[in-house]
């Protein structure tokens, strides 16, 4: 490890992040977004196709997330004019008969799926060697239509998502009577927690409920609350650059067993899960990454997880 003591020792990891939801992008603009530690444009066209490009033109460097202008499918740079395609390729230099074969934008792989627009990030520009995560929630009508809330907070993913393997501060942090003791397995990409609980139902009888975390890569942890009903998290965290994160919990309930996200056991759900958000947060933000931590027993899968992490920085192998 090059990192200084309490230095984070890794770069940005690579994975799928989410950079937008499609309902708040109106088609045919182009809008300025920073994260990776890279100034990005992401382009939607008048058919809502969408694509992410590193900002500047090839030209002579204009910013195309101020002014470029989306024609059709295709996009202009505020400059000289400059017309671009999708996959970031220059089609048309209004002053020249032949276009440069060097004008090209950087294009990050981007896919929609359940309303969330994805990019694929690399440091070295390869593509991605997992598909897009599936959440079939946000598909089925049964469920809400999410609702979203946002934190940028000054950490990395790698902490946000080491919590979920770290019983022991779920009482110290969240108040819990007692830590989970989840059964924990991780596959490629996918690392999945479950928790079985029973609790106490309204008519006295005692009921399991099941909490499952999985997290596809540094990117995405969806949380599916089960039992007397049915709730979703899906926690999607970007990383701006090396030192700041955006996060972000999509909440939805399954109405077809009652629930509202704005009533009752769906609103207290929804509420929990901000307030520990907002618990962990001055954690992360004033933590040092411990490279060597001293561990003990009740520690759980740390070490398990921080193996499993090591996919996504490729170049640190
Ligand atoms: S800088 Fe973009 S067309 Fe000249
Ligand atoms: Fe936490």
Same mark, same amino acid.
């Given at each position: 490890m090059l990192a200084n003591p309490g230095e984070f020792p890794f770069p940005i990891p690579v994975g799928w992040f989410r950079v937008g939801f499609l309902d708040q992008i109106a088609p045919g603009r182009a809008t300025r977004l920073r994260f990776w530690g890279q100034e990005l444009v992401l382009v939607s066209t008048a058919s809502r196709e969408v694509g992410l490009f590193g900002?500047?033109?090839? $030209?002579?460097? %204009?910013?195309?997330?101020?002014g470029a202008v989306v024609e059709g499918e295709r996009f202009r740079c505020p400059f000289h004019a400059w017309r671009f395609d999708l996959e970031g390729?220059?089609?048309?230099?209004?002053?020249?008969?032949r276009i440069p074969a060097r004008a090209r934008l950087r294009r990050y792989p981007t896919e929609v799926k359940s309303g969330i627009v994805w990019a694929w990030y690399h440091p070295s520009g390869e593509g991605p060697n997992w598909p897009v995560p599936e959440i079939p929630e946000l598909d089925n009508?049964?469920?809400?239509a999410p609702t979203h809330h946002h934190w940028t907070i000054r950490t990395r993913n790698q902490e946000i998502a080491e919590n979920t393997s770290d019983p022991a501060h779920f009482r110290a942090v $969240?108040?819990? %009577?007692e830590a989970p003791d989840p059964e924990i397995t991780f596959e490629g990409p996918l690392y999945r927690s479950v928790t079985l609980s029973r609790v106490p139902r309204p008519d006295g009888e005692m009921a399991v409920s099941r909490l499952e975390v999985t997290w596809h890569g540094m990117g995405l942890g969806v949380v599916r609350a089960s039992g007397a009903f049915e709730l979703l998290v899906v926690g999607t965290n970007t990383p701006i650059?090396?030192?700041?994160v955006d996060a972000c919990f999509s909440f939805s309930v399954n109405?077809?067993?009652?629930?509202?996200?704005?009533?009752g056991a769906g609103r207290a759900f929804i509420a929990e899960a901000i307030r520990q958000m907002e618990q962990d947060i001055p954690i992360w933000e004033n933590?040092?990454?411990?490279?060597r931590p001293v561990l003990c027993e009740g520690d759980g899968p740390i070490g398990a997880f921080r193996e499993w992490a090591k996919q996504f920085y490729p170049h640190e192998a």
């Open positions: 900002a500047y033109c090839p $030209h002579l460097g %204009a910013h195309l997330g101020f390729r220059c089609v048309e230099v209004p002053y020249a008969k009508s049964e469920w809400s $969240h108040g819990f %009577a650059d090396g030192g700041a109405r077809a067993r009652g629930l509202r996200p704005d009533k933590k040092v990454f411990a490279v």
